[in-house]
């Protein structure tokens, strides 16, 4: 393996999806056969090639840093099970910039240059957005670690999947009741003004409002600011919740400056993590955060109760008891994000399995695979916990925490039913012809 610098969901067929175990059975068997060899001679022992569309620069590089950490050691293990369908695995890595028309521009390049299978690993939203487009021009799978709501909405096309994380619409019907319920009626929210931003804007202040809560205001804050003390003042003196969900380089500042603003008095506090990844929670001018909850898709902690597949998938990463590198303590991980990287290269490869894929010429057979999945077992191929695929809107489903940071840690207080995240699909891309 090498890397370049340069209501519930509609099953699908019977029949279908018996071919598609019955071919990845019939792998299976011949590679428990005499004369099995670890990368199989019977089939090519040409890498499969996957393209990671990866934030090394940009707003989004303290994510892009631990997603290529998560993606080479979840590539690791795959070759040392065997790789995929009996071929070794190689990662080629490309800086898209955080920057939607260089994202564009990798796609091409990884499908007309490097000749990869699949192009992989894209997290911000509008990178996404300005991506996907290529990707249905060239036909090649999209697996995206994004949680917009930009690929189960529809907006996106047959070629686009997000199997390995939850969508933030999801996320927000979880636990908008949770925080109604728990920590306060009146809400402001601050977030980014853009499409992962929107997202939030649109679509807790339904779910919010039917648990009995009122959104009061809403402030949107360009993805470019660097200072924010001077949105604060738009906040009602009525609320008693304040929603933060910023993202990028700025976000120490940003909580920082909040709790100056305040100074240690105000509203109660519900972030997405997105405000603290890759942040220490003890940073000076955070103590303010005492006591306040954060939603997280895996823990960054390790919790008393965190299964041994989890912790393998940590060792695996290299992540200590509180989340940051092994080997270096101010190293602060992404974690309630970069799982997705790890999930979805097993999602790739139980794709390519079942499909029998050999190359590029099974592209469209590798999109109808994937459509045939239905859901992931918690383990170590999956470490934040089960979920459910929902093939309509190429979107998985599963569980969201709730944790409270407390004496200097993030602890999980509720875990939130995979039930509690589903919405009904608008739109079915296995309508669009490949």
Not at 326 to 354: R, Y
Request: charged share 20%.
């Amino acid at each position: 393996m090498t890397s370049s610098t340069s209501s519930g969901p509609k099953k699908s067929s019977i029949s279908r999806r018996s071919a598609l175990i019955g071919m990845g059975a019939t792998a299976a068997g011949l590679a428990a056969g005499p004369g099995f060899v670890r990368y199989a001679q019977a089939q090519s022992s040409e890498p499969i090639k996957i393209g990671f569309q990866c934030h090394r620069t940009g707003i989004g590089a303290a994510y892009g840093r631990w997603y290529e950490r998560t993606t080479m050691a979840a590539a690791n293990l795959i070759n040392e099970r065997g790789g995929i369908n009996g071929r070794p695995l190689e990662i080629i890595t490309e800086d898209d910039g955080t920057d939607p028309r260089r994202g564009a521009e990798t796609v091409e390049k990884f499908v007309n240059q490097h000749n990869v299978d699949v192009v992989y690993g894209t997290l911000f939203s509008h990178v996404v957005i300005g991506s996907a487009p290529t990707a249905a021009e060239l036909k090649v799978p999209y697996y995206v670690v994004s949680e917009g709501y930009h690929v189960p909405s529809g907006r996106m096309n047959r070629w686009c999947f997000q199997p390995g994380i939850t969508d933030v619409r999801s996320q927000m019907s979880a636990v908008a009741p949770w925080v109604a319920n728990n920590v306060g009626k009146k809400i402001t929210m601050i977030y980014p003004d853009y499409a992962f931003g929107h997202d939030h804007r649109d679509y807790f202040p339904p779910v919010f409002e039917a648990a009995g809560g009122e959104v009061i205001a809403q402030i949107p804050i360009p993805p470019t600011e660097t200072s924010f003390t001077r949105y604060f003042p738009q906040i009602p003196a009525e609320t008693d919740v304040i929603y933060h969900v910023m993202i990028g380089p700025a976000i120490l500042t940003f909580v920082r400056e909040l709790g100056e603003f305040f100074g240690g008095t105000g509203p109660e506090l519900f972030g997405f993590i997105d405000s603290l990844e890759a942040i220490d929670v003890n940073s000076p001018g955070l103590e303010f955060l005492e006591g306040s909850h954060f939603w997280e898709g895996m823990p960054r902690y390790l919790q008393e109760d965190t299964p041994d597949y989890e912790r393998f998938y940590r060792d695996s990463v290299g992540i200590d008891e509180s989340g940051a590198s092994v080997n270096d303590s101010n190293d602060v991980s992404t974690a309630a994000h970069m799982f997705g990287c790890w999930e979805t290269l097993f999602v790739i490869k139980e794709a390519m399995e079942a499909a029998g894929y050999s190359g590029p010429d099974d592209r469209a057979a590798l999109v109808e695979a994937t459509e045939a999945l239905e859901r992931f077992d918690a383990g170590e191929e999956h470490p934040q916990g089960d979920k459910i695929f929902v093939p309509e809107i190429h979107q998985s489903f599963g569980q969201q925490n709730i944790s409270v940071l407390r004496d200097g840690r993030l602890d999980v207080i509720h875990r939130t039913a995979i039930e509690d995240s589903m919405y009904e699909p608008e739109a079915d891309y296995r309508t669009q012809e490949l």
